[in-house]
């Protein structure tokens, strides 16, 4: 493996000039190609990828499906730029880094509505999220409050629950440590009304989450997850355009984990997340080149913790986010579009356990944008303006620009500000809490080459982040303060495109993350410098395949006693093969990490091994 992993760095860097290189691609395309994927992350509508200005990779759900992947954050680690550290297998507690930002400046939306809890972590639980009822997501690189509003500093990661599929459907699956699974999907329509229902129940004994070797203090038995998920969507096509529905979605997950501070062999240690959203929404044309959408929504989280050890210790924490939305989508001169509205929030943290008083914000915002084009250049502007109680206002913006060259050749610049403000857990939990937290605040800067046509898409990206007034734990006074600062700078390549019958995706991301408040600006703790994917799919007839690679370089991490360690870099490899069965049976084999290369992405905490795992799946074709 470790020939495996110095080859593929030299192929990496081989790639790095890859800027250069897409001035010698054939300039047989005399104008840029629409590619397939769509993407309303970038400009708040639809537009094709190639048109995208931001930086924005796009997962659908046939690429959801072929993964195989049974957890969001799983799914996420193929994206350029993105990392994922977890605290063991699937399903067990994972931090997800965008550009080397994580927790609170990576902004998750789920249909619309936030989904980072309002408790003492700030962050989504993605790790709680199983793909099953998962549509698609968007990923956007870089901050851009000016579209989404507070926390997009290092990206917003847009995720869309299912709304249709096939009259009927069904899937079993099994394999290593014990995973056992099922999901079941319906979706009909009657006259007017469109119905679509599923449901998912998966299980895992799991692997021990600790590093028994690193830590013999802790639980040495595997540590088991249990999930369950459901959604129904409902809508009304009303005449004349437009619709009218109902979007309802719950995760609820049960793990076990594996505690390292004051801990011993016999600890039991039991989380419960539950992640619900109710959503009634209305769209439809107001007049020719006016189309606008209401949305009133109520996104829960609750999260139990409970140890039953020496040092027992519970606590209960339920955040809750309901909002009111308002978006306009206007065509205004031929070419050009504009969009505007507002949100209305109340956020609100309780606690069952007495952790935290019952507390609640509210927030507003306004925003508009343009985006159109004058001859070869492609211009898109956004404002918008937060009020959060007890902050104030904090306007934010984004200006990017795209230069046609020809040959489906593009140059694209861009400057956009962001802003964070603190969540309820991080002002008022006892003890740590700090209510004279300021807002953390964001500049990015990109420049880049893209290129696209017959099908493919090339896009080089050199990019800067400097983040102030960071949040970060200060060990004299025992609170959270903002006396951090941080900057992350990179070279991010990607490509996708289909040749001779091959799908194939890469990307490679060269960055630094560093801390500017410490003495010669180290890496920030656990962010990887060099980050590589590749994706390929294939059909042979009715059969079809695909792998998955991974490649992360060395991090660096601390060990329980708080001393700096190493975490090496690795390569693992997913591969996957199937093929249909008869009477709308098909079947797919996974091979999770091929090599069985052992690796961490937090010190003394184990990630997956090599699996197996065989998925039945059928289903019945809409009529």
């Known amino acids: ?347 609100r943290i309780e606690s069952a356990t007495g952790d935290i008083s019952t507390i609640g914000r509210d927030a507003q915002a306004l925003f508009a944008g343009v985006e159109g084009r004058i001859g070869a250049e492609q211009l898109q502007l956004n404002a918008r303006d937060d009020r959060i109680q007890g902050y104030g206002d904090h306007a934010t913006g984004y200006l990017g620009w795209g230069h046609e060259l020809g040959g489906g050749y593009k140059l694209i610049a861009d400057w956009s500000s962001a802003f964070a403000a603190a969540p309820l857990g991080y002002l008022y939990a006892p003890y740590y809490g700090n209510a004279q937290l300021r807002p953390e605040s964001a500049h990015s800067v990109e420049g880049g080459l893209q290129w696209s046509g017959a099908g493919w898409l090339l896009r080089a990206t050199a990019f800067q982040t400097r983040l102030r007034d960071q949040w970060q734990y200060d060990f004299a006074t025992s609170r959270f303060d903002n006396i951090a600062a941080s900057r992350s700078r990179g070279v991010e390549l990607r490509a996708q495109g289909a040749w001779r019958g091959w799908q194939l995706q890469g990307n490679v991301t060269l960055q630094q993350p560093v801390d500017l408040a410490a003495a010669g600006q180290p890496t920030l703790q656990r962010r990887a410098r060099r980050l590589a994917n590749v994706d390929v799919e294939h059909a042979f007839g009715a059969w079809h395949a695909g792998a998955a690679l991974h490649a992360s370089s060395a991090r660096w991490d601390r060990d329980g006693n708080n001393d700096v360690v190493g975490l090496g870099g690795y390569t693992t490899l997913d591969v996957h093969v199937g093929a249909p069965l008869a009477a709308g049976w098909d079947w797919n084999l996974r091979v999770q990490n091929a090599f069985d290369k052992r690796y961490q992405t937090v010190w003394g905490y184990n990630r997956q091994p090599f699996g197996v795992f065989l998925t039945l799946h059928w289903q019945l074709p809409a009529a």
């Not at 997800?96 to 309002?118: C, E, H, I, Y």
């Not at 995973?179 to 007017?192: E, L, V």
């Not at 109710?278 to 140890?307: C, F, K, M």
Request: aromatic share 6%; proline share 4%; glycine share 10%.
């Open 1 to 347: 493996m470790s020939h495996l992993r110095s080859e593929v760095w030299r192929a990496a860097l081989r790639r790095a000039p890859l800027g250069c290189a897409l001035l010698a691609l054939p300039a047989y395309a005399q104008q840029p190609a629409p590619l397939a994927p769509v993407v309303v992350s970038a400009t708040g509508f639809a537009q094709a990828l190639a048109d995208a200005l931001p930086s924005v990779s796009v997962i659908d759900r046939a690429q959801i499906v072929a993964s195989g992947a049974q957890y969001v954050d799983t799914l996420l680690q193929q994206v350029a730029g993105v990392q994922v550290a977890g605290n063991g297998g699937d399903g067990q507690s994972a931090s997800v880094f965008v550009r080397g930002f994580g927790g609170t400046d990576v902004l998750v939306l789920l249909d619309g509505v936030p989904l980072n809890a309002q408790d003492s972590t700030g962050v989504a639980y993605l790790h709680n999220l199983t793909t099953a009822q998962i549509e698609r997501i968007e990923v956007i690189r870089g901050d851009v409050s000016a579209l989404y509003g507070s926390g997009a500093i290092g990206g917003v990661v847009l995720i869309t629950t299912r709304t249709h599929g096939p009259a009927a459907s069904f899937s079993v699956r099994a394999g290593s440590r014990g995973t056992y699974g099922i999901s079941a999907d319906a979706s009909r329509r009657i006259g007017a009304v469109t119905v679509h229902a599923g449901f998912n129940r998966d299980t895992t004994e799991g692997l021990s989450a600790a590093n028994p070797a690193q830590y013999p203090e802790a639980n040495p038995n595997a540590n088991g997850v249990r999930h369950t998920g459901a959604n129904l969507a409902l809508a009304l096509q009303l005449r004349g355009g437009g619709e009218v529905g109902l979007r309802a979605w719950r995760s609820e997950g049960r793990a076990s984990y594996d505690s390292i501070s004051y801990a011993s062999p016999g600890d039991t240690n039991l989380s419960d997340t539950t992640q619900d959203l109710v959503q009634l929404y209305a769209h439809r044309r107001i007049e020719p080149g006016w189309t606008s959408r209401v949305d009133v929504s109520q996104q829960t989280t609750s999260n139990t913790i409970a140890n039953f050890s020496a040092y027992p210790y519970a606590s209960n924490d339920r955040t809750q986010v309901q909002q009111l939305g308002w978006h306009n989508v206007i065509d205004l001169r031929a070419g050009w579009k504009a969009t505007a509205g507002a949100e209305l929030q109340h956020q």
